[in-house]
């Protein structure tokens, strides 16, 4: 289990990086660019992907291509949760993205439903309700953004893993495709900072650069230990997916609680407990 603890450590801190960003100054899009390049290169370095792979027939290249353009911007949605809703509501929605991937499998990949997975489904929904659910004692500069956020990282998380079941069942594997993907997304990723650096709204900084070292570790860390417990305990998927799912709504609760002292509704708090319960009974089903 210290595999799956390393990667909980891993995703909770990418949350947290972001969520530092405004402090230090940091560009968030320029971190995110260097953060694909970090990826990548350990991808290459520690996955041992096979590129020529790629050029046999059946390679899903739409899915592919819509990954690499899907991962830098939603983790840009990723990164405003943070900033809007705080640690404990993005992380959460991350998480219950599953719901979608689960009714993906149930209408596109004919997995069969079960009492447990419909009720999980239930309980998923009515958490991410209350977790972007916005009170009348909610910090008033939240406005739109406190729950319009949270929702598209849940429904954009949803659709990459979609898209990333779409790759596996072609056949391609783990490493290649990542590195497939790490890549567009690192072009994608530049073509978005050179566009705004054409226009005058960014110019590159150092700072920034490190951030993004350190944002690509953390987000490499997170794959990599989280395919690691799997391997592991090979017998063992379901506890593998509920440590890793449970583990990081719980720690990002308790981090944004108590380091940045985010201010939840009681609402909401019942929403985070939810997603907790929704994502065990979906593992138990």
């Known amino acids: 289990m210290i595999f799956v603890l390393l990667s909980v450590l891993c995703s909770v801190l990418v949350s947290v990086l972001l969520k530092l960003a405004r402090r230090f100054r940091l560009d968030v899009g320029q971190a995110i660019a260097w953060n694909y390049l970090v990826a990548s290169a350990l991808t ?7 590129p020529a792979s790629l050029r046999a027939p059946g390679v899903p ?5 819509a990954l690499g353009i899907l991962l830098p911007t939603i983790f840009l949605a990723l990164a405003a949760a ?9 992380d959460a929605a991350q998480r219950l993205s599953l719901l979608l991937s689960l009714l993906a ?5 004919g997995e069969q439903l079960s009492a447990f ?8 929904l009515l958490a991410l309700s209350c977790m972007v659910w916005r009170s009348g004692h909610a910090p008033t500069n939240e406005g739109a953004a406190g729950w319009l956020y949270p929702l598209l990282v849940f429904a954009g998380f949803g659709v990459i893993d979609i898209l990333f079941k779409r790759v596996a069942q072609a056949g391609v594997s783990l490493g290649t495709s990542l590195q497939a993907m790490f890549a567009l997304a690192l072009l994608v990723a530049f073509a978005m900072q050179l566009w705004r650096r054409v226009h005058g709204s960014t110019r590159f900084t150092a700072r920034s650069a490190v951030a993004g070292l350190l944002l690509g570790l953390a987000n490499f860390g997170n794959i990599l230990f989280y395919l690691r417990g799997h391997r592991a305990l090979p017998q063992h998927p379901a506890l593998v997916f509920a440590s890793m799912n449970i583990g990081v709504v719980a720690l990002g609760a308790v981090v944004g609680l108590l380091l940045f002292r985010e201010r939840l509704s009681r609402l909401n708090l019942a929403g985070v407990a939810l997603a907790v319960i929704a994502i065990g009974v979906l593992a138990r089903g």
């Open 105 to 109: 499998a149930f209408v596109l990949f």
């Open 61 to 65: 290249w739409l899915a592919l291509v």
């Open 117 to 124: 997975k419909l009720g999980g489904i239930a309980l998923g």
């Open 44 to 50: 290459a370095l520690l996955l041992q992907p096979a």
């Open 82 to 90: 943070v900033r809007h809703a705080g640690i404990v509501r993005s």
